[in-house]
């Protein structure tokens, strides 16, 4: 099964990323959209897209579920995903638990944005979850890959009757983590290869550190973390590994917060969406931007909002220490 796994997923990047001349290379994360197409307040959600794209001309766009929030879905998606595309930007997805509740599946979601414009979102067979995937990115001169991004599919709701709430990435999803990881340690002469991670359902763990007062916190926090009940080990899996330096998700609409936990950067994005949904994050909706720099394992992020202003700004692990 694991080497299936890895032959399913290893190819599936059809557009090259890479380093920048300047060794530097940038993520915008989009989360919680939640268009509605016959909603004027998605316009919001639109502006703001272009407003941020424009003002940090990304080297990749995620989005962490959540896009659309009404049929029909596929001309939300469309629309939620136009600043973007119009652009020329490559993209990745991965699905929230509202995207599949409008008129289709996650895996029909899936299949109608498979031949836009730089879609990079792909499927790994064998595993729960639609958009599970790791996307390479190449050292400035494209000789190697110095850098991965692993994205998860953190499911919906639980399917078992007796735990409430949340669903929770499964255990197959993190037997594929440790078997990319694996893989690309080797390839990388043993040395684990500097990774991020997105998902769209905050793990346990982001509940939990919000109750030790002396953690490394930066950001806005006006809402209890929804996690799921079950922790199946994603994060100490990824501490073991030791190649993950930090793991950005969404859901949580006023949360944008980060946290250091045990080395592993731990981070909610911006609420991007308009008011189709309770909008009320503290100088209004935005976008998480993360820079990495090759042969490094710093993170630098922040949040931009309306207006251009950046706030939040925090550099990984530097400032935690």
């Known amino acids: ?18 380093f920048n001349a300047n060794h530097k290379f940038k993520i915008v994360q989009f989360t919680d959209i939640h268009w509605i197409s016959d909603n004027p307040a998605s316009e919001e959600a639109g502006e703001r897209m ?18 659309i929030f009404a049929k029909p879905a596929a001309d939300a998606l469309t629309k939620a995903l136009a600043p973007t595309i119009e652009r020329g930007i490559p993209f990745a997805v991965t699905w929230g638990n509202h995207d599949d509740e409008q008129d289709m599946t996650r895996a029909e979601l ?23 995937y790791t996307l390479s990115i190449k050292s400035a001169d494209g000789k190697r890959d110095a850098a991965a991004i692993y994205i998860f599919d953190s499911n ?19 037997a594929w983590y440790l078997e990319r990881s694996k893989a690309f340690t080797a390839a990388n002469g043993g040395q684990p290869l500097p990774a991020l991670a997105f ?24 809402e209890m973390v929804c996690a799921p009940e079950i922790n199946t080990g994603l994060a100490t899996a990824m501490l073991t590994a030791g190649d993950v330096m930090g793991l950005f998700v969404g859901h949580d609409h006023v949360n944008d917060y980060v946290v250091d936990w045990y080395g592993i950067l731990m981070g909610y994005g911006r609420f991007t969406g308009g008011k189709t949904v309770y909008h009320d994050i503290p100088q209004g909706n935005g976008a998480r931007v993360i820079e990495l720099t090759e042969n490094s394992r710093d993170i ?4 931009r909002i309306k207006g251009g202003k950046i706030i939040n700004e925090v550099n990984f692990p530097s400032d935690a220490q």
């Open 300 to 303: 630098h992020t922040w949040i």
């Open 50 to 67: 272009r407003e941020v794209l424009d003002a940090e001309r990304p080297d990749l766009v995620v989005f962490t579920g959540d896009v």
């Open 1 to 18: 099964m694991a080497a299936a796994l890895l032959l399913t997923t290893q190819f599936s990047q059809a557009q090259e990323l890479r």
């Open 156 to 174: 919906s709701y639980s399917q078992m009757e007796n735990v409430k709430g949340y669903d929770w990435i499964k255990h197959d999803q993190v």
């Open 110 to 132: 899936s299949a109608f944005i498979k031949d836009m414009k730089g879609n990079l979102t792909s499927h790994t067979e064998g595993i729960s979850g639609e958009t599970n």
């Open 199 to 222: 998902f769209h359902i905050p793990l346990p763990e982001m509940r939990d550190m919000t109750r030790n007062e002396n953690i490394f916190m930066v950001g806005t926090r006006k």
